[in-house]
T-cell receptor
Framework: EDKVVQSPLSLVVHEGDTVTLNCSYE??????LLWYKQEKKAPTFLFML????IEKKSGRLSSILDKKELSSILNITATQTGDSAIYLC???????????FGRGTSLIVHP | EAGVAQSPRYKIIEKRQSVAFWCNPI?????LYWYQQILGQGPKLLIQ????????DSQLPKDRFSAERLKGVDSTLKIQPAKLEDSAVYLC????????????FGPGTRLTVL
């Protein structure tokens, strides 16, 4: 059975802090790993990672995949209150991309 | 570009009743997913369609859940009869045929079973 584990489950920080969220997986026929941000609504796409060691960046957010360690990290620098959300990691397998999501990391950023 | 549409947004029913959810994906998106997200957990895939064919429904409780996408566009998910543990947000997502990894999610339907 495919497995995606995220840690920590929750995190409380102050504005300006840097956070690192972790995602580890056990998936047959790995295809890609995706990060999503979920506020009080549907998840929105952040990054898709398919190759090890290549960092993806978008503003203060960055992510990298380590296929040897079967894991990925999502970094957020200089956090803002608007970063408060649940961050979901999903891993896709197979030719038709069948996704498995982790439980998510709940991030709360205090002013 | 219009997003993924879902209705209703909220539904409250008694256990053993039936309920149906509707999803209209982004125009041109061949792949459609239904997820169940229980509070505090990540989305769990229920069923995946490619056009009007089922790709994966291994986690769909087929004794009470059914889904269809007859014309390969919009889709309905039905629960009959509902149980208390079905209380969750039901999310629909779609992907473009060539960008199958990036899913676009609808706003979800929050179901409460009393």
């Amino acid at each position: 059975e495919d497995k995606v584990v995220q840690s920590p489950l929750s995190l409380v920080v102050h504005e300006g802090d840097t956070v690192t969220l972790n995602c580890s997986y056990e998936v047959t026929n790995f295809r890609s790993l995706l990060w999503y941000k979920q506020e009080k609504k549907a998840p929105t796409f952040l990054f898709m990672l398919t190759s090890s060691g290549i960092e993806k960046k978008s503003g203060r957010l960055s992510s990298i995949l380590d296929k040897k360690e079967l894991s990925s990290i999502l970094n957020i620098t200089a956090t803002q209150t608007g970063d408060s959300a649940i961050y979901l990691c999903a891993v896709g397998r197979g030719g038709s991309y069948i996704p498995t999501f982790g439980r998510g990391t709940s991030l709360i950023v205090h002013p | 570009e219009a997003g993924v549409a879902q209705s209703p947004r909220y539904k409250i029913i008694e256990k053993r009743q039936s309920v149906a959810f509707w999803c209209n994906p982004i125009s041109g998106h061949a792949t459609l997913y239904w997820y169940q997200q229980i509070l505090g957990q990540g989305p769990k895939l229920l069923i995946q369609f490619q056009n009007n064919g089922v790709v994966d429904d291994s986690q769909l409780p087929k004794d009470r859940f059914s889904a269809e996408r007859l014309k390969g566009v919009d889709s309905t998910l039905k629960i009959q009869p509902a149980k208390l543990e079905d209380s969750a947000v039901y999310l629909c997502a779609s992907t473009h045929r060539d960008l199958y990894n990036e899913q676009f999610f609808g706003p979800g339907t929050r179901l409460t079973v009393l």
